[in-house]
Structure formats: C-alpha cells, structure tokens
Nanobody, 115 residues
Framework: QVQLVESGGGLVQPGGSLRLSCAAS????????MRWYRQAPGKERELVAT????????NYADSVKGRFTISRDNAKNMMYLQMNGLKPADTAVYYC????????WGQGTQVTVSS
C-alpha cells in the first residue's frame, strides 16, 4: 500500500537547522509532484515547498524562501526539506505529500523551534 513516512523533526533553537526526510513506497514516486505542507496549532495548513516529478523545478512559500530547500532522489524514493535559519514561527507539524491524479499524505513530523 501507499506509504509516506516523514522523519527528522525535533526541537531546535532559533537560528538552527533541521533536515526532514520523506520515504515513499507503494507508488511510482518518480511520476509524482511532491510537496511539503505544515500546520501550526490553531492555524490553517500551509503549502511550504513543491518539487516537480523530475526535480527540475521548485517553488517555495514566501515565508521560507532563502531558508528552506526542497530536494528529491528518485532512485531512492526519497524527498527532503533542508531547513536553515529556523524561527519560532516555523513550529508546526510538517507533512510530506505526493500529488498527481490523487494526493497521498504522510502522518507528519513535529518541528519545534524554541529557546
């Protein structure tokens, strides 16, 4: 069955870095646009970053531009989100999403930015 498993979340101080990973299985990963979403407590879900199926184009929310980098490795069925310069406002549950005719969601990983 389809599985998206996020990892790499945790507690980090402001200004720190984390690298999230998303392991995909059960579908043809290389055919799917992949996205990272996040949802903070009491806030709406936000699209953070998108990468095309071939990995040749990326888009970012204005709030993370210049700090976050999305990437993928189609040979390993993996997607990543490198997060630098983390701020308390980045605190949220981060979700890995596979998007084509249907959309698959991971279970999420918590990122907490706090001193």
């Amino acid at each position: 069955q389809v599985q998206l498993v996020e990892s790499g979340g945790g507690l980090v101080q402001p200004g720190g870095s984390l690298r999230l990973s998303c392991a995909a299985s059960g579908f043809t990963f290389s055919r799917y646009t992949m996205r990272w979403y996040r949802q903070a407590p009491g806030k709406e879900r936000e699209l953070v970053a998108t990468i095309t199926s071939a990995g040749d184009s990326m888009n970012y929310a204005d709030s993370v531009k210049g700090r976050f980098t999305i990437s993928r490795d189609n040979a390993k069925n993996m997607m990543y989100l490198q997060m630098n310069g983390l701020k308390p406002a980045d605190t949220a549950v981060y979700y890995c999403v596979a998007d084509r005719a249907v959309r698959y969601w991971g279970q999420g990983t918590q990122v907490t930015v706090s001193s």
